[in-house]
């Protein structure tokens, strides 16, 4: 078994490009991922290196794109004293699915769509999951 998610959601949060002390380049936001049923769950994701300097160049709050990447899971206390767990992505790709300035133009276009066709035709080419993945 794998751990691997596929997101596909608006950035919500301002992209702020950081360093480690050691130089390395990471940024971090939250993705705005609608639930199947209803509603909106807001992962928080994390990009390290090329991705994250691209990323924070290229899209802004409201750009979709698609994150492939793992769950990751931390344990803290908080200053209260509390156990806590906390849940990211972290992200080994990102694919922009639409340029800096279009986010609003991708929401006008689905909205406008009056002829029943294929909804996730804007995400760009089909994926096959290839069976032995899930093994």
Do not use: H
């Not at 899971?73 to 906390?86: L, P």
């Not at 849940?87 to 694919?95: G, W, Y």
């Not at 035709?121 to 089909?126: I, M, Y």
């Amino acid at each position: 078994m794998y751990n691997r998610t596929i997101l596909v959601g608006r950035i919500s949060t301002d992209l702020e490009l950081r360093q480690t002390s050691n130089g390395k380049s990471y940024c971090r936001f939250n993705l705005a991922v609608n639930r199947m049923n209803e509603g909106t769950d807001f992962i928080p994701v994390t990009l390290w290196g090329k991705s994250a300097e691209n990323t924070a160049t290229y899209q802004n709050k409201g750009s979709l794109i698609l994150v492939d990447g793992s769950i990751s899971m931390s344990n803290y206390t908080d200053k209260n004293g509390n156990n806590r767990t906390s849940f990211e992505v972290m992200a080994q790709n990102v694919q922009f699915l639409g340029s800096k300035n279009s986010s609003s133009n991708i929401q006008n276009e689905a909205n406008s769509s009056t002829d029943e066709e294929d909804v996730f035709s804007q995400f760009g080419e089909q994926v096959d999951i290839d069976d032995n993945f899930l093994e």
